[in-house]
Every structure is written in structure tokens, then in C-alpha cells.
């Protein structure tokens, strides 16, 4: 292999993947119409070429509505097996799942790295969080079936309340975190007795192959329909027939937008969205720089900046701004480059071929409205990278500012009140967090209190981010509907739904017979261990 690149044996990829089955109504179904070939922008050779990973299935329409077709018909108005079973019996297949996965973690992260430059340890990361999420899950619903396991009375009336499912769900997942976060609103809405049809994201598609089987086998028929394409072929079409009871999308306000606006039905729809964020880092004067950087190069530069919760904009006090500048660039020109098996890598191949040209966009509109390139190596190009570029001084009319960049650039703005960096967080179109750097808590506590206003999270001295799992994650504005977390999503894809009966004879009569047999899986006071 004279003219390869080194990779380490058990990361090669020895014969790409032709993936041409999909799960719909409880099958595995072979495609032999078009596909798309999958490549990674990783080379394998020392002279710079894309590795053809594989290819996947091109669906349109017809497969589409055959999907929503198997959905619909699992959940068959309430009356399915899904939607009406025990609790207990849910968990057992969602159990069932989550321990054929884990025997798929090698295979899911070697694809991981190639189809989105995921670097191993995060890669490894986001398959272990995502197994984690799912027995959380689990036990979070135990506790939540235990808490409705019984009957209240008020003013003569007794209920028995829970949360029942929504329906059908149509769930949608990004690239950044193709099996995580798509698999943080999937889990929930299974569980919850939903029927759903998933699509995976424009990258990190292959990676879903070794779990088809899985998914097959683990629940009943229709309950998890899985298709491949581009999103406006099948998931525009879904939305369109109006039988969509939840959206649940991370991604793009845009996307998010064009898909309620195909469903005819718009109070029949619900809505889980992650969306788009610029979230800021504010350094206040008398911060800790050492640990404020540490954190901003944490906050803008993991995964390169690929992440909704990353630090987008970093506003920094004009007294400490080019000492911040100076020691920021000098970490962010240390930081390691390579392949994602490389030993200590912290940047990694842009998985989307055209973001390089994008970012170099945002520098060169910055520089023409007077910002520059503070270190070193900034905007140098690789064959599939650009090395993070810090700008200064960012104002309100460079794109830089405005746009989410999702990628390797960071702009700083400096700031001489603190009402500027406020100001412009009320005047923005995003609220999901921020991170506050300082020590003072005389300036500190009215700060935070605006603060939690403006966003969902305030991140003193630490960077954003959306973990642990089980803290609530959501945003204000164009950033969320709807809160997500391990305990939050459970209600999310559900609905409080109850039995009510007037104290008398009767009723009470019905109600302990329907406790003694045991004949209703929804009336039950059943202690789930
Ligand atoms: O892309 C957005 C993710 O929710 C970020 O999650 O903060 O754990 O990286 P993270």
C-alpha cells in the first residue's frame, strides 16, 4: 500500500457498503431502484480523493407513503397492539433493542468517524451516551408508570390519569449527531407507545445499517419504519397526506418551516424541534482567562464547531480583549489536526465538501468590513478542512455575526457595557444558551437573572453544551419547541390522558373488577419493578 495513507487495520475500509435494505411494516425489504453513492471526505491515499464508503437507497414518494401507510396502520386509531400494550411489555422490547445495539458499537463507530470525521474518543462517546440514554430512558418510565399507578378523587370524581401516546411520528435527526440526537427523539417516541418513521440525516446514513436487524426484530410490525433519501422526496410527502401527529426534527428552522407548512392540519400537529443557535460566550472583565479559554476553545472548536449547543459568537471586554486574543490563538494554533483514529486529535475532516469554501466566505466578507484573522493559522486550507480562523473585531453587519456557522470560525466582539452583548441576545432570532465568564457575584447575579430570561441554560464558567442527558435541553425563539431530556422527552411524545368515573355503586364496582382481572392495560395500579 505504497501510496496510502496510514489507517489502522481494524479502521480500513476493505469493501464499501451497499446498503439496500429498508424497514417498513415489520420487514426488511430489499431496494433495487436508484442510489447514491456515500463518500467520506477522508482520503485513503496520500494524493487527496474522497473514499466511496458505499451507497444507499434513493427513495421517493411511493416508499414514503408506504412507510406512513405501516405506521398509521400499527397504530390503527389507538387500537394497535403498540399504542394499547402494557407498559411493562414495551420496556421488554425496548430492552430487547438496546442489547442487540451494543453488540453493533464497533461497527457504528468505525462508520461514525468515516461518514462525519467524528474523532474516535467522541465517536465512541456518542454511541456509549446513546445506549446510556436509552436504559435512562427505561428506567425513567418505570418511575413515571409507577407515579400514575392509582386513582385520585376530587369533588366525587375519581381518575385514574397517565400518559398515553400522540400517534404517528415522523422523526428527522442531524449530521453532527446522527445516531444521538435522532436516537434521543426516536427512544421517546417508541416508548411512549407512538408508531414512527425515521430518516436518517444527509451524513451518517450508513451507520444505521447495522442496527436494521435490531430494530426489526425488537419491536412489533410498523411500530419503527425506516427510509432512505433526500429529505424533500419523503419527508415532504408525509407531511402533506395531514396523518403526521408529531414532527420531531433537530436541525434547521428552514426545513423545520417547509414541513409544518405541507401539513394540512396544523392543531393536529406537534412539534419537537431542536434548531439553530448562536449561542454567546461573554467574558466579563474580571474573568479567569485561563479557565475561560480552556472553556471557549472547548465551547467554539469541538467536533470543529459542528454542534447547535457550540459557542458561536465570543463577546469579550474590551479591557482584557487582546490578551484574551493573543492566548486563545495561541491554544487554537496548538490544537492537533488529522484523521479521526489520529492519537490526540481535536480537529477533523468537514464532513460537507462545500463548507471549507462557506467558511471561507464569513472570513473574507469579515475582513472586507474591517475584521482580521488573529492567528496565525487561520482560514489555511486542507484538503478537507480549514483551520479555525478567530476574527476580531466582529460587528453586528458581517455575516460572521449573523449566520450559524456550524463549522471552524470564530468571531469576537468586544464590548464596553454590558448591555451591548444583552441587547443584541434580546434582538437575536436564537435563545438557547449562554456561557458567562467572570467572578464577581455583585455583577454576576443581575447578569444570571437577565440572563435565564434571554436563553435556557446559563453556563457560568463553562462552556455550552447540551449533556448530562438528564438536564433539561430546549431553547427560546427560532432555537426549540419543546424540551427534550431523558425525563422531559417521556412527555414530550405523549399526552396526559385519564379515566374518569362519579363515585357510585356502579362505577366503583366496575373499577375494582377491572383491577381484579387485569383486563385493561390502561387501567392498572400495578407497581413496575
Ligand atoms: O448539536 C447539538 C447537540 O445537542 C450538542 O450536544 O452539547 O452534548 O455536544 P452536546
Redesign the pocket.
Known amino acids: 500500500m505504497s501510496d496510502s495513507v496510514t489507517i489502522p487495520s481494524e479502521f480500513q475500509i476493505n469493501s464499501p457498503l451497499h446498503q439496500r435494505k429498508y424497514l417498513v411494516k415489520g420487514e426488511l425489504k430489499e431496494w433495487t431502484g436508484k442510489v447514491t453513492e456515500v463518500y467520506s471526505t477522508i482520503s485513503s491515499t496520500s494524493d487527496y480523493a474522497p473514499t466511496l464508503l458505499g451507497s444507499i437507497p434513493t427513495m421517493g414518494e411511493g416508499e414514503a407513503l408506504d412507510a406512513l401507510d405501516a405506521a398509521v396502520v400499527a397504530y390503527n386509531k389507538g387500537q394497535g397492539a403498540w399504542p394499547t400494550m402494557r407498559v411493562k411489555d414495551r420496556i421488554e422490547c425496548m430492552e430487547n433493542f438496546v442489547a442487540k445495539m451494543e453488540t453493533k458499537r464497533d461497527e457504528v463507530v468505525k462508520l461514525l468517524m468515516w461518514e462525519i470525521g467524528k474523532s474516535l474518543p467522541d465517536s465512541q462517546k456518542e454511541f456509549d451516551r446513546t445506549v446510556e440514554y436509552i436504559y435512562d430512558t427505561i428506567e425513567d418510565y418505570k418511575q413515571l408508570d409507577r407515579d400514575s399507578a392509582k386513582f385520585e378523587k376530587n369533588a366525587g370524581v375519581y381518575a385514574h390519569i397517565r400518559r398515553g401516546p400522540l400517534g404517528v411520528v415522523l422523526c428527522l435527526g442531524?449530521y453532527?449527531?446522527p445516531l444521538n440526537?435522532t436516537f434521543a427523539l426516536l427512544i421517546p417516541a417508541i416508548i411512549m407507545g407512538n408508531t414512527t418513521i425515521f430518516k436518517p440525516a444527509k451524513h451518517g446514513v450508513l451507520l444505521i445499517t447495522p442496527l436494521l436487524e435490531a430494530f426489526q426484530s425488537s419491536f412489533p410490525k410498523g411500530v419503527v419504519n425506516i427510509l432512505f433519501g433526500r429529505g424533500r422526496a419523503v419527508a415532504g410527502p408525509i407531511m402533506a397526506t395531514g396523518k403526521v401527529d408529531v414532527l420531531a426534527l433537530i436541525g434547521n428552522s428552514k426545513s423545520a418551516n417547509a414541513l409544518q407548512e405541507q401539513h394540512p392540519k396544523s392543531n393536529r400537529l406537534r412539534l419537537v424541534l431542536?434548531l439553530e443557535a448562536k449561542n454567546p460566550a461573554i467574558v466579563l472583565a474580571d474573568a479567569n482567562l485561563d479557565l475561560a479559554i480552556e472553556e471557549c476553545l472547548a465551547g467554539t472548536l469541538?467536533f470543529n464547531g459542528q454542534?447547535?449547543?457550540a459557542l458561536k459568537v465570543v463577546y469579550v471586554h474590551e479591557s482584557i480583549a487582546e490578551e484574551f486574543n493573543k492566548r486563545f490563538s495561541k491554544r487554537v494554533d496548538a490544537l492537533k489536526f488529522g484523521n479521526p483514529w489520529d492519537d490526540g486529535v481535536k480537529l477533523t475532516p468537514l464532513p460537507e465538501p462545500g463548507k471549507s469554501a462557506y467558511i471561507q466566505e464569513l472570513i473574507d466578507d469579515a475582513k472586507e468590513k474591517g475584521a482580521m484573522v488573529v492567528n496565525k493559522k487561520g482560514g489555511t486550507h486542507f484538503d478537507n478542512f480549514i483551520w479555525p480562523a478567530i476574527l476580531h473585531p466582529v460587528s453586528k453587519d458581517m455575516r460572521v455575526y449573523e449566520e450559524e456557522q456550524f463549522g471552524p470560525v470564530i468571531p469576537v466582539v468586544t464590548f464596553k457595557d454590558i448591555e451591548e452583548p444583552l441587547d443584541n441576545m434580546a434582538e437575536s432570532n436564537y435563545g438557547q444558551q449562554v456561557s458567562l465568564f467572570g467572578k464577581d457575584v455583585y455583577a454576576l447575579a443581575p447578569l444570571i437573572d437577565a440572563l435565564a430570561n434571554l436563553v435556557c441554560r446559563v453556563n457560568l464558567n463553562s462552556s455550552c453544551?447540551?449533556?448530562p442527558d438528564v438536564y433539561p435541553?430546549t431553547g427560546r425563539k427560532d432555537s426549540a419547541v419543546a424540551t427534550l431530556s431523558v425525563h422531559d422527552a417521556l412527555r414530550s411524545f405523549s399526552i396526559r390522558t385519564f379515566v374518569a368515573s362519579k363515585d357510585n355503586e356502579l362505577n366503583n364496582e366496575i373499577l375494582e373488577k377491572l383491577l381484579e382481572t387485569k383486563l385493561s392495560n390502561f387501567i392498572s395500579t400495578d407497581y413496575l419493578l
Open positions: 442531524p453532527n449527531y440526537e431542536g469541538s454542534r447547535c449547543t453544551q447540551r449533556g435541553f
